[in-house]
């Protein structure tokens, strides 16, 4: 598999997540008065024989299983583990005993939030959290203004809600490609064999999506191309989800960019061979790498 570190002016990629879209959870239900909020996390020895850690006040940037990352006034990023032990707090004080119980999913994106916590396994342990009724509102529904749900059970997804701002938003770990045959969209043995490996390094790096661009070389016009472009990446895209068992909600919007940005120069057959291609992108949101 032939591997390219992201280039600087990589100007396609910036397109293409331009027009694609991330995958995020779905909007949750929020808490009503009288409920008692437990949220779910890494199991957590007794927080009262731990030493206290530092507390932290800032927005809720990032969440990966049980961790949040909450960005402070300074600019400092705090990464945060929580289990079950950690309580949610509301502006108006502590909810009451209820067997109602949510996840931490409850912790919003955008949600301003004050954490206290203790050291534990080498970090942070958030044993309470506590945050505004109002401000829990407000970025639940720019949560659901802007999320964009996807099916385990089919690769068709709910109409885009939310785009992309570009390539900035996150790391790209790796770049693999494949190439076709002139003005054939087949893939060959090398390239499914390519692509099952590209997914592979994905499913091993956390939090990883997969960012799809399909290429043409200069032969043909530019409406052909441009069509060619989306049939290769589409039959990319069946192949990982179907052969590879990539899941279509860890796949941005793929997309066709026909001769645009050339591996090499198109006035070689040589040339024309690496830019009849296929580019599959990890990625990783630089609000989650590292979580």
Known sequence: MHHHLARPAALTLSAALALASTAALQAQELPTAGANIVVNGEP????????????VNGTIVARTGAKLKVLEADGKATVIATSETTKVKASSGLFGTSKSKLGTDSLLNGLPVSVKTVQWNGGLLATQVTFKNTDLKTAAMIRAGTAQGFSEQSAATEALRGRLAD????????????????RKATLSPRAKAD??????????????????????????????????????????????????HWKPYRMLTPTGMAKADPLASNDTPEGKAQNRRVSVNILVSKGLDGM
């Open 44 to 55: 957590a020895p007794d927080v009262t024989q731990l030493p206290a850690g530092p507390d």
């Open 167 to 182: 390539i900035d938003q996150y790391n790209i770990k790796a770049t693999s490609n494949v190439f076709f045959d002139t």
């Open 195 to 244: 692509l099952c490996a590209a997914a592979a390094q994905g499913e091993a790096t956390s939090n990883a999506l997969m960012l799809v661009v399909g290429y043409t070389d200069s032969v043909g016009n530019d409406d052909y191309n441009q069509a060619l472009s989306e049939k290769r990446a589409g039959t990319v895209i069946n192949y990982l989800q179907q052969v590879c």
